[in-house]
């Protein structure tokens, strides 16, 4: 049986509306925006959507390096990305990714190649830019988020829970 993705620190409430591992990697990829929480030099939150990639346990964002999201994860790598769906009540569900950014690859992104990140760009490529391949652009860079706690819920699952 697929039990909850609760490997890294354990998801403590909610645990009936968890999603599973599997469960969450097609959300994951499926999904096409997040939510990027960053906390500022000056203390103060800042939150962006944009688009990203799920592969293999990690969140891959392709960012500004002018950005103030950018900036704030110079400064404090430590972030919370939130992925969400649905409508109505019933529908809700998502999964909130914690963990420390890191950049990789060049910085910015403006060579031909860059065997680091090449896999990535082909799947951001098919993903967002319906056939186009991915062209770096010399103001974008590549950031990583490798989840050290993954809280996830689906509130399709509430029907389905005995006793409620």
Same mark, same amino acid.
């Given at each position: 049986?697929?039990?909850?993705a609760?490997?890294?620190?354990?998801?403590?409430?909610?645990?009936?509306?968890?999603?599973?591992?599997?469960?969450i990697?097609?959300?994951?990829?499926?999904?096409?925006?997040?939510? *990027? @929480?960053?906390?500022?030099?000056?203390g103060?939150? #800042? +939150?962006?959507?944009?688009?990203?990639?799920? !592969? %293999? &346990?990690?969140?891959?964002?392709?960012?500004? *390096? @002018?950005?103030?999201?950018?900036?704030?994860?110079? #400064? +404090?790598?430590?972030?919370?990305?939130?992925? !969400? %769906? &649905?409508?109505?009540?019933?529908e809700?569900?998502?999964?909130?990714?914690?963990?420390?950014?890191?950049?990789?690859?060049?910085?910015?992104?403006?060579?031909?190649? %860059?065997?680091?990140?090449?896999?990535?760009?082909?799947?951001?490529?098919?993903k967002?830019?319906?056939?186009?391949?991915?062209?770096?652009?010399?103001?974008h860079?590549?950031?990583?988020?490798?989840?050290?706690?993954?809280?996830?819920?689906?509130?399709?699952?509430?029907?389905?829970?005995?006793?409620?």
């Amino acid at each position: 049986m697929d039990q909850p993705a609760d490997s890294l620190k354990e998801q403590r409430r909610g645990r009936r509306i968890a999603m599973t591992a599997r469960e969450i990697g097609e959300f994951l990829r499926d999904q096409r925006i997040c939510r *990027v @929480a960053t906390v500022g030099r000056d203390g103060r939150p #800042h +939150n962006t959507a944009l688009w990203f990639i799920w !592969d %293999d &346990g990690t969140v891959w964002l392709c960012s500004i *390096v @002018a950005s103030q999201r950018w900036i704030d994860l110079v #400064h +404090n790598p430590q972030a919370s990305v939130l992925v !969400d %769906d &649905g409508d109505a009540y019933a529908e809700l569900r998502g999964v909130e990714l914690r963990g420390q950014f890191a950049s990789v690859g060049e910085v910015p992104r403006a060579s031909a190649t %860059d065997t680091s990140v090449e896999r990535l760009e082909g799947k951001f490529a098919a993903k967002y830019l319906e056939g186009r391949p991915f062209a770096p652009d010399g103001r974008h860079a590549w950031l990583r988020l490798s989840p050290v706690k993954i809280v996830s819920w689906d509130f399709r699952k509430i029907g389905t829970i005995p006793g409620r």
